[in-house]
Protein backbone atom coordinates (compact mmCIF):
# COMPACT_ATOMS: atom_id res chain seq x y z
CA UNK A 1 0.00 0.00 0.00
CA UNK A 2 1.07 3.65 -0.50
CA UNK A 3 0.41 6.61 1.35
CA UNK A 4 0.14 10.05 -0.70
CA UNK A 5 1.02 13.71 0.11
CA UNK A 6 1.12 16.25 -2.26
CA UNK A 7 4.42 18.02 -2.86
CA UNK A 8 4.71 20.45 -5.53
CA UNK A 9 1.77 21.32 -7.76
CA UNK A 10 1.98 21.92 -11.62
CA UNK A 11 0.15 20.60 -14.20
CA UNK A 12 1.66 17.38 -16.25
CA UNK A 13 4.88 18.52 -14.63
CA UNK A 14 7.71 16.24 -13.62
CA UNK A 15 7.23 13.70 -10.39
CA UNK A 16 9.49 12.55 -7.72
CA UNK A 17 8.53 9.55 -6.03
CA UNK A 18 10.33 9.23 -2.79
CA UNK A 19 10.90 5.55 -1.55
CA UNK A 20 12.80 4.36 1.15
CA UNK A 21 15.22 7.75 0.46
CA UNK A 22 15.75 7.74 -3.14
CA UNK A 23 14.11 9.72 -5.69
CA UNK A 24 12.70 8.27 -9.17
CA UNK A 25 11.41 11.23 -11.23
CA UNK A 26 8.21 10.64 -13.87
CA UNK A 27 5.95 12.84 -15.99
CA UNK A 28 2.83 13.83 -14.26
CA UNK A 29 2.24 15.15 -10.91
CA UNK A 30 4.78 15.95 -7.79
CA UNK A 31 4.09 13.58 -4.64
CA UNK A 32 5.69 11.49 -1.94
CA UNK A 33 5.13 7.94 -1.96
CA UNK A 34 6.06 5.22 1.15
CA UNK A 35 5.27 1.70 -0.42
CA UNK A 36 5.31 -0.74 2.94
CA UNK A 37 4.88 -4.11 0.78
CA UNK A 38 7.82 -6.10 -0.21
CA UNK A 39 10.06 -5.50 -3.27
CA UNK A 40 8.49 -7.15 -5.88
CA UNK A 41 5.05 -5.06 -5.17
CA UNK A 42 6.98 -2.30 -4.85
CA UNK A 43 7.92 -1.93 -8.46
CA UNK A 44 4.28 -3.19 -9.58
CA UNK A 45 2.46 -0.51 -7.56
CA UNK A 46 5.34 2.56 -8.62
CA UNK A 47 4.20 1.48 -12.39
CA UNK A 48 0.38 1.61 -11.46
CA UNK A 49 1.01 4.80 -9.27
CA UNK A 50 2.91 6.43 -12.26
CA UNK A 51 0.54 5.86 -14.86
CA UNK A 52 -2.23 7.09 -12.24
CA UNK A 53 -0.02 10.55 -11.56
CA UNK A 54 0.20 10.69 -15.64
CA UNK A 55 -3.17 11.70 -15.98
CA UNK A 56 -3.63 13.74 -12.73
CA UNK A 57 -4.57 17.56 -13.18
CA UNK A 58 -2.73 20.52 -10.37
CA UNK A 59 -3.67 20.40 -6.79
CA UNK A 60 -4.87 16.48 -7.20
CA UNK A 61 -5.62 15.44 -3.53
CA UNK A 62 -6.78 11.90 -3.88
CA UNK A 63 -5.51 8.94 -2.04
CA UNK A 64 -3.68 6.05 -3.94
CA UNK A 65 -7.40 3.87 -3.81
CA UNK A 66 -9.19 7.29 -5.04
CA UNK A 67 -6.96 7.65 -8.08
CA UNK A 68 -8.32 4.68 -9.26
CA UNK A 69 -11.59 5.64 -9.33
CA UNK A 70 -10.44 8.94 -11.12
CA UNK A 71 -11.27 11.70 -8.62
CA UNK A 72 -8.78 14.37 -9.30
CA UNK A 73 -9.56 17.97 -8.17
CA UNK A 74 -8.26 20.74 -11.17
CA UNK A 75 -6.79 24.06 -10.62
CA UNK A 76 -9.07 27.07 -10.51
CA UNK A 77 -7.60 30.40 -11.12
CA UNK A 78 -9.31 32.55 -8.56
CA UNK A 79 -7.56 36.12 -9.08
CA UNK A 80 -9.93 37.96 -8.12
CA UNK A 81 -12.15 36.52 -5.44
CA UNK A 82 -15.43 38.96 -5.19
CA UNK A 83 -18.06 39.07 -2.52
CA UNK A 84 -21.71 39.15 -3.18
CA UNK A 85 -23.90 39.36 0.15
CA UNK A 86 -26.37 36.63 -0.98
CA UNK A 87 -28.96 38.44 0.86
CA UNK A 88 -29.25 40.87 -2.29
CA UNK A 89 -30.70 40.04 -5.08
CA UNK A 90 -30.00 43.06 -7.17
CA UNK A 91 -26.18 42.38 -6.76
CA UNK A 92 -26.81 38.25 -7.43
CA UNK A 93 -28.32 39.15 -10.34
CA UNK A 94 -25.52 41.09 -11.97
CA UNK A 95 -22.84 38.24 -11.35
CA UNK A 96 -23.41 37.18 -15.18
CA UNK A 97 -21.26 40.47 -16.03
CA UNK A 98 -19.07 39.99 -13.30
CA UNK A 99 -16.03 38.74 -15.62
CA UNK A 100 -14.65 37.68 -12.01
CA UNK A 101 -12.45 34.20 -11.89
CA UNK A 102 -14.65 33.81 -8.60
CA UNK A 103 -17.94 34.71 -7.36
CA UNK A 104 -18.11 34.20 -3.17
CA UNK A 105 -22.28 33.78 -2.31
CA UNK A 106 -21.75 35.54 1.55
CA UNK A 107 -23.96 34.23 4.35
CA UNK A 108 -21.08 35.99 6.68
CA UNK A 109 -19.98 39.45 7.58
CA UNK A 110 -21.73 40.86 4.69
CA UNK A 111 -25.31 39.47 5.54
CA UNK A 112 -27.02 41.29 8.19
CA UNK A 113 -28.36 39.10 11.39
CA UNK A 114 -31.55 39.05 10.48
CA UNK A 115 -30.97 38.38 6.86
CA UNK A 116 -29.31 35.53 7.30
CA UNK A 117 -31.86 33.20 6.53
CA UNK A 118 -32.96 34.79 3.25
CA UNK A 119 -29.50 34.62 2.44
CA UNK A 120 -29.52 30.82 2.86
CA UNK A 121 -32.69 30.81 0.80
CA UNK A 122 -31.16 33.05 -2.12
CA UNK A 123 -28.08 30.28 -2.38
CA UNK A 124 -29.88 27.54 -2.46
CA UNK A 125 -32.59 28.52 -4.86
CA UNK A 126 -29.81 29.78 -7.36
CA UNK A 127 -27.42 26.46 -6.92
CA UNK A 128 -31.12 24.57 -7.57
CA UNK A 129 -31.54 26.15 -10.94
CA UNK A 130 -27.85 26.63 -11.86
CA UNK A 131 -26.78 25.37 -15.31
CA UNK A 132 -22.98 25.66 -15.43
CA UNK A 133 -20.44 25.74 -18.38
CA UNK A 134 -18.16 23.58 -17.85
CA UNK A 135 -15.38 26.15 -19.13
CA UNK A 136 -17.23 29.53 -18.55
CA UNK A 137 -16.35 31.64 -15.63
CA UNK A 138 -17.25 32.36 -12.87
CA UNK A 139 -16.81 30.16 -9.75
CA UNK A 140 -19.78 29.71 -8.00
CA UNK A 141 -18.42 29.75 -4.47
CA UNK A 142 -20.41 30.38 -0.60
CA UNK A 143 -19.09 31.29 2.47
CA UNK A 144 -21.07 30.19 5.13
CA UNK A 145 -21.00 31.57 8.97
CA UNK A 146 -18.11 30.62 11.05
CA UNK A 147 -18.24 27.36 13.61
CA UNK A 148 -18.29 29.69 16.25
CA UNK A 149 -21.22 31.76 15.68
CA UNK A 150 -23.75 28.97 15.56
CA UNK A 151 -25.07 29.45 12.46
CA UNK A 152 -22.98 27.33 9.93
CA UNK A 153 -24.82 24.04 10.89
CA UNK A 154 -28.03 25.88 9.25
CA UNK A 155 -26.52 27.06 6.67
CA UNK A 156 -25.03 23.91 5.60
CA UNK A 157 -28.43 22.13 6.39
CA UNK A 158 -30.24 24.29 3.86
CA UNK A 159 -27.28 24.91 1.16
CA UNK A 160 -25.76 21.64 0.52
CA UNK A 161 -28.99 19.54 -0.23
CA UNK A 162 -29.13 21.51 -3.42
CA UNK A 163 -29.49 20.08 -6.79
CA UNK A 164 -25.99 20.97 -8.05
CA UNK A 165 -23.30 21.97 -5.64
CA UNK A 166 -20.92 25.10 -5.26
CA UNK A 167 -17.46 24.05 -6.08
CA UNK A 168 -15.86 25.34 -3.21
CA UNK A 169 -16.91 25.94 0.08
CA UNK A 170 -15.21 29.35 2.05
CA UNK A 171 -15.00 28.74 5.99
CA UNK A 172 -14.03 31.48 8.00
CA UNK A 173 -12.11 32.60 11.21
CA UNK A 174 -10.43 28.63 11.43
CA UNK A 175 -8.79 29.50 14.43
CA UNK A 176 -7.94 25.72 15.57
CA UNK A 177 -8.38 22.21 13.80
CA UNK A 178 -11.27 21.58 15.98
CA UNK A 179 -13.25 24.13 13.99
CA UNK A 180 -12.15 21.98 10.81
CA UNK A 181 -12.81 18.79 12.38
CA UNK A 182 -16.67 19.88 12.83
CA UNK A 183 -16.89 21.48 9.71
CA UNK A 184 -16.06 18.44 7.48
CA UNK A 185 -17.80 16.01 9.88
CA UNK A 186 -20.95 17.82 9.90
CA UNK A 187 -21.02 19.18 6.22
CA UNK A 188 -20.26 15.34 5.24
CA UNK A 189 -22.90 13.92 7.30
CA UNK A 190 -25.61 16.41 5.78
CA UNK A 191 -24.19 15.42 2.08
CA UNK A 192 -24.98 11.75 3.19
CA UNK A 193 -23.34 8.46 2.23
CA UNK A 194 -25.67 7.76 -0.63
CA UNK A 195 -25.13 10.99 -2.64
CA UNK A 196 -23.27 10.62 -5.77
CA UNK A 197 -20.34 13.40 -5.00
CA UNK A 198 -18.21 13.08 -8.70
CA UNK A 199 -15.74 15.72 -7.74
CA UNK A 200 -14.46 16.47 -3.98
CA UNK A 201 -15.31 20.21 -2.94
CA UNK A 202 -12.37 22.48 -2.23
CA UNK A 203 -12.43 24.16 1.21
CA UNK A 204 -11.00 27.40 1.35
CA UNK A 205 -9.41 28.11 4.87
CA UNK A 206 -9.59 31.64 6.43
CA UNK A 207 -6.94 32.88 8.54
CA UNK A 208 -8.72 35.75 10.54
CA UNK A 209 -6.94 36.06 14.41
CA UNK A 210 -3.32 35.54 15.59
CA UNK A 211 -4.14 31.82 16.82
CA UNK A 212 -5.02 31.30 12.97
CA UNK A 213 -1.79 32.66 12.08
CA UNK A 214 -0.20 30.43 14.79
CA UNK A 215 -1.95 27.01 14.21
CA UNK A 216 -1.87 27.78 10.28
CA UNK A 217 0.50 24.93 9.71
CA UNK A 218 -1.50 22.27 12.21
CA UNK A 219 -4.42 23.36 10.46
CA UNK A 220 -3.40 22.89 6.88
CA UNK A 221 -2.22 19.23 7.57
CA UNK A 222 -5.58 18.68 9.26
CA UNK A 223 -7.14 19.42 6.49
CA UNK A 224 -5.21 17.53 3.95
CA UNK A 225 -5.88 14.57 6.47
CA UNK A 226 -9.42 15.18 6.70
CA UNK A 227 -9.67 14.69 3.34
CA UNK A 228 -8.98 11.14 2.93
CA UNK A 229 -12.55 10.39 4.39
CA UNK A 230 -14.68 13.47 3.27
CA UNK A 231 -16.17 15.36 0.30
CA UNK A 232 -13.41 18.03 0.76
CA UNK A 233 -10.52 19.00 -0.27
CA UNK A 234 -8.00 22.05 0.44
CA UNK A 235 -7.29 23.88 -1.92
CA UNK A 236 -6.86 27.73 -0.78
CA UNK A 237 -6.00 30.00 2.29
CA UNK A 238 -7.67 33.05 2.33
CA UNK A 239 -6.03 35.92 4.99
CA UNK A 240 -9.13 38.20 6.50
CA UNK A 241 -6.79 41.28 7.60
CA UNK A 242 -9.55 43.24 9.19
CA UNK A 243 -10.48 40.44 12.12
CA UNK A 244 -7.00 39.96 12.42
CA UNK A 245 -6.05 43.61 12.84
CA UNK A 246 -8.84 43.81 15.40
CA UNK A 247 -7.33 40.93 17.17
CA UNK A 248 -3.75 41.72 17.79
CA UNK A 249 -4.99 45.85 17.80
CA UNK A 250 -3.37 46.66 14.83
CA UNK A 251 -4.39 49.76 13.01
CA UNK A 252 -5.79 48.90 9.59
CA UNK A 253 -4.10 51.33 6.58
CA UNK A 254 -3.85 51.50 2.93
CA UNK A 255 -0.25 50.55 2.48
CA UNK A 256 -0.78 47.29 4.97
CA UNK A 257 2.66 47.62 6.82
CA UNK A 258 1.06 46.44 9.44
CA UNK A 259 0.25 43.32 7.79
CA UNK A 260 3.64 42.34 6.05
CA UNK A 261 4.99 39.66 8.22
CA UNK A 262 1.35 37.91 8.07
CA UNK A 263 1.19 38.21 4.33
CA UNK A 264 4.63 36.87 3.96
CA UNK A 265 3.95 34.39 6.96
CA UNK A 266 0.38 33.00 5.09
CA UNK A 267 2.05 32.94 1.56
CA UNK A 268 5.02 30.32 3.18
CA UNK A 269 2.13 28.21 5.06
CA UNK A 270 -0.38 27.83 1.60
CA UNK A 271 2.74 26.99 -0.48
CA UNK A 272 4.03 24.40 1.97
CA UNK A 273 0.87 22.86 1.64
CA UNK A 274 0.24 23.37 -2.13
CA UNK A 275 -2.48 25.71 -1.22
CA UNK A 276 -3.50 28.84 -2.79
CA UNK A 277 -3.20 31.83 -0.89
CA UNK A 278 -5.66 35.30 -1.33
CA UNK A 279 -4.39 38.12 -0.56
CA UNK A 280 -6.06 40.86 1.42
CA UNK A 281 -9.27 43.12 0.34
CA UNK A 282 -8.23 46.41 -0.42
CA UNK A 283 -11.13 48.72 1.30
CA UNK A 284 -11.39 51.93 -0.56
CA UNK A 285 -12.86 50.43 -3.43
CA UNK A 286 -12.57 53.84 -5.46
CA UNK A 287 -8.60 54.32 -5.24
CA UNK A 288 -7.92 52.30 -7.94
CA UNK A 289 -3.88 53.08 -8.07
CA UNK A 290 -3.57 52.55 -4.62
CA UNK A 291 -5.49 48.81 -5.67
CA UNK A 292 -3.52 48.39 -8.42
CA UNK A 293 0.05 48.60 -6.44
CA UNK A 294 -1.15 46.64 -3.78
CA UNK A 295 -2.33 43.83 -6.16
CA UNK A 296 0.85 43.79 -7.80
CA UNK A 297 2.82 44.11 -4.62
CA UNK A 298 0.84 40.67 -3.74
CA UNK A 299 1.11 38.75 -6.74
CA UNK A 300 5.07 39.29 -6.07
CA UNK A 301 4.94 37.80 -2.88
CA UNK A 302 3.14 34.69 -4.01
CA UNK A 303 -0.16 34.91 -3.41
CA UNK A 304 -2.10 33.64 -6.52
CA UNK A 305 -5.72 35.85 -5.90
CA UNK A 306 -7.11 39.08 -4.32
CA UNK A 307 -10.38 39.31 -2.55
CA UNK A 308 -13.07 42.54 -3.85
CA UNK A 309 -15.34 44.19 -3.10
CA UNK A 310 -16.28 45.87 -6.29
CA UNK A 311 -16.83 45.26 -9.98
CA UNK A 312 -14.40 47.99 -10.71
CA UNK A 313 -11.82 46.11 -8.61
CA UNK A 314 -11.84 42.89 -10.94
CA UNK A 315 -10.15 44.19 -14.55
CA UNK A 316 -7.14 45.87 -11.92
CA UNK A 317 -6.54 42.48 -9.80
CA UNK A 318 -7.08 39.90 -12.48
CA UNK A 319 -4.58 41.87 -14.54
CA UNK A 320 -2.15 42.08 -11.94
CA UNK A 321 -2.58 38.16 -11.00
CA UNK A 322 -2.22 37.08 -14.82
CA UNK A 323 1.32 36.37 -16.10
CA UNK A 324 3.00 38.57 -18.28
CA UNK A 325 3.65 37.87 -22.38
CA UNK A 326 7.30 37.80 -21.60
CA UNK A 327 6.76 35.63 -18.39
CA UNK A 328 5.02 33.11 -20.44
CA UNK A 329 7.28 33.37 -23.30
CA UNK A 330 10.41 32.77 -20.73
CA UNK A 331 8.22 29.78 -19.07
CA UNK A 332 7.41 28.14 -22.42
CA UNK A 333 10.92 28.60 -23.66
CA UNK A 334 12.51 27.32 -20.32
CA UNK A 335 10.29 24.16 -20.52
CA UNK A 336 11.66 23.47 -24.14
CA UNK A 337 14.69 23.65 -23.02
CA UNK A 338 14.36 21.52 -20.13
CA UNK A 339 12.56 18.60 -21.93
CA UNK A 340 15.08 18.57 -24.29
CA UNK A 341 17.87 18.12 -21.71
CA UNK A 342 16.09 15.81 -19.98
CA UNK A 343 16.01 13.40 -23.33
CA UNK A 344 19.87 14.12 -23.24
CA UNK A 345 19.98 12.16 -19.89
CA UNK A 346 21.01 15.80 -18.49
CA UNK A 347 19.91 17.01 -15.22
CA UNK A 348 20.46 20.75 -14.36
CA UNK A 349 21.32 23.22 -16.90
CA UNK A 350 21.79 26.80 -17.52
CA UNK A 351 19.06 29.10 -20.02
CA UNK A 352 19.66 32.75 -20.30
CA UNK A 353 22.23 32.99 -18.10
CA UNK A 354 20.43 31.38 -14.74
CA UNK A 355 20.90 28.08 -13.71
CA UNK A 356 17.84 26.01 -13.97
CA UNK A 357 16.57 23.14 -11.29
CA UNK A 358 13.79 21.37 -10.63
CA UNK A 359 11.62 24.18 -8.18
CA UNK A 360 12.02 26.60 -11.23
CA UNK A 361 10.89 24.35 -14.11
CA UNK A 362 7.62 23.37 -12.02
CA UNK A 363 7.05 27.42 -11.10
CA UNK A 364 7.33 27.60 -15.01
CA UNK A 365 4.35 24.72 -15.69
CA UNK A 366 2.28 26.90 -13.29
CA UNK A 367 2.49 30.07 -15.34
CA UNK A 368 1.84 28.31 -18.45
CA UNK A 369 -1.04 26.41 -17.38
CA UNK A 370 -2.66 29.79 -15.73
CA UNK A 371 -1.92 31.37 -19.07
CA UNK A 372 -3.83 28.65 -20.76
CA UNK A 373 -6.65 28.55 -18.16
CA UNK A 374 -7.09 32.30 -18.65
CA UNK A 375 -6.81 32.46 -22.02
CA UNK A 376 -9.69 29.88 -22.74
CA UNK A 377 -12.06 31.55 -20.48
CA UNK A 378 -11.26 34.98 -21.77
CA UNK A 379 -12.17 33.48 -24.97
CA UNK A 380 -15.21 31.80 -23.39
CA UNK A 381 -16.85 35.21 -22.40
CA UNK A 382 -15.66 37.59 -24.76
Request: aromatic share 8%.
Amino acid sequence: MATFRPLLSSHSATSILNINGRNFVVSGHVAEVSFRNDGSRKWTNIRGFAKQLLQCSSYSTDTPAEFTRGHFQKYIPRRAVMYVPASDLRKIAKIPTLGVDCVVFDCEDGVAVNKKEEARNHIRKYLDNYSKNSSARPEITVRVNSVQSGLCQQDLETILPARHLPSSIHVPKVDGVDHLKWFTETATKILGKGRNIHQKINLIIFVESAMSLLSLPHICQTAWDLSTKSHFVPDAVVFGSDDYCADIGATRTNEAKELLYARQYIVSVAKAFKLQAIDIVYIDYKDTEGLRKQAIEGAQMGFTGKQIIHPTQVPICQEAFTPSLEKIEWARELIQGFEKHQKSGKGAFTFRGQMIDMPLVLQARNIVQLAEIVEKATATTS
